[in-house]
């Protein structure tokens, strides 16, 4: 397996690239983005996961949130996948709705037909993709870390959350915490799973929490004028869910943030911060 | 004249506001982009101008270069025009080129049919936008620099060498420092002004200097990397108008960086501390 460079350019004294690579798990090309530290010119450095929310690609948390500063800084990498299969032969939603199909993969591994061909994200980010960065890039995988943004935060919380001994850290912006219990998340895990609800808990935070899953701790930024606050990220779910289990949480409600990058841009700093500690002792 | 709020966002503790309003300059609907600090809210600040590049609109310094962490903690607005007028009736280049047209408004008031009646975006920028943001917003404009990357290095330049009593502090990003001397500007100053090169002369930093313009210094960071750098950038025009003038000018070639908003991002704390170094003292 290689990754082949679409682009790449010098950033903050390390490398910004776009890689492309063959997915055995979606049968696509794939795409992502990586920044790498200065520091990784005399050893592997650690890994900052990046999920990105509804309609992104691997280019918008890359160009929009600032995090390459500080990251050059603290030695860390930063990966940024795609948030779904693309290319001939994907299926999309039938109306191209922006929050089901392309664009919106919601870290799953679907069952039902036509997405279970493609929609593989869950195998391309916990196996494959790991494994081709460690033999492929100057990164210390014993040191991961994952954060993600809204769909992304739905996606690093629960891929944390079933394999704690791979991460160190975890952390979300405005993530979708109750995938149940929301309008997209019901979309989305009746599309890929069907409408069995138990099949449903492997990939809501909340359910997992209440299964039994555990991790150190987490942090969690939420902007108060976010639109969607109410309808589907209610953070108070997340909330509930860690008082009852006893897992430790750092919930930040921001005042007057919405959902933009903007407000990831604001906050990114605090994120990688948290990262750092735990990645770096 | 009032300013349309498009969009508005928090962003480290201030706003990210598009506005839209009516331009008798050029006679459209024009855009700008403003990063209002939270200093603001306490009286107005300094202001400093971006000028953006090629196929740009205000959004992509906005969006990509992370001006706002410093511009916030330092207390300056951040204003970010088009690059050009748009709409309906604007005329466009005849083969749709990147370099000429719409994106491509190259900061001059064109004396030419058919980009007479619209492009005249040195009134606009000298003249209306100003008086505009004096009248609107929180703006201290005795305090004001500018900077731009590229077109909009160019236009920083030579807005500064024309009108040095308005500005404080002026800087660029791999300015087109000599469009009389390129393929870019000898296309855009033979369409916009004609084949008369004597009137090229107020639109060329390098010429600017030659007859006398002076500031009283300028940063321009350029990176080595950067592909225009020999057919159309051509630093070592400015370092020697500079030179022979006596115009102060510190020129870093920074190794390895291209001509992206990677190389933008990577500089552009150096350049805020520059000029608030001149707008704050």
Chains 1, 2 share one sequence.
Not at 16 to 27: I, L, M, N
Not at 198 to 217: F, N, S
Not at 242 to 247: D, P, R
Not at 260 to 277: G, K, T, V
């Amino acid at each position: 397996m290689t990754l082949e460079i679409v682009s790449q350019a010098k950033c903050f004294g390390g490398t910004q690239a776009t890689y492309q690579h063959a997915s055995t798990a979606t049968g696509t090309a794939m795409r992502l983005a990586v920044f790498t530290p200065p520091q990784a010119a005399h050893g592997p450095v650690p890994v900052l996961w990046f999920l990105s929310g509804l309609t992104c690609t691997e280019e918008n948390f890359t160009v929009k949130a600032g995090a390459q500063r500080l990251a050059a800084e603290l030695g860390v990498m930063l990966v940024a996948p795609d948030t779904s299969p693309r290319g001939e032969g994907v299926p999309d939603d039938a109306d191209k709705a922006y929050d089901f199909g392309l664009g919106a993969g919601f870290y799953v591994d679907a069952t039902e037909a036509p997405w279970a061909q493609h929609y593989r994200m869950r195998t391309y980010l916990e196996q494959e993709l790991p494994a081709l960065i460690s033999s492929t890039l100057p990164a210390d995988m014993t040191r991961q870390g994952i954060t993600g943004h809204s769909m992304g935060g739905h996606g690093a919380l629960t891929i944390a959350l079933r394999s704690p001994a791979r991460f160190r850290s975890v952390s979300a912006f405005a993530p979708i915490v109750s995938p149940m219990n929301c309008p997209w998340g019901e979309k989305a895990l009746t599309g890929y799973l069907g409408p069995d609800r138990t099949a449903w808990r492997a990939y809501d935070a909340c359910a997992l929490i209440e299964d039994g899953a555990r991790v150190p701790d987490i942090l969690v930024d939420q902007g108060s004028a976010d639109s969607f606050l109410t309808t589907q990220l209610k953070p108070e779910l997340l909330e509930a869910a860690c008082a009852t289990a006893g897992q430790p949480l750092t919930l930040r409600r921001q005042d007057g943030y919405d959902h933009s990058y903007f407000f990831i841009a604001s906050f990114i700093a605090d994120h990688l911060a948290w990262h750092a500690e735990r990645l770096l002792r």
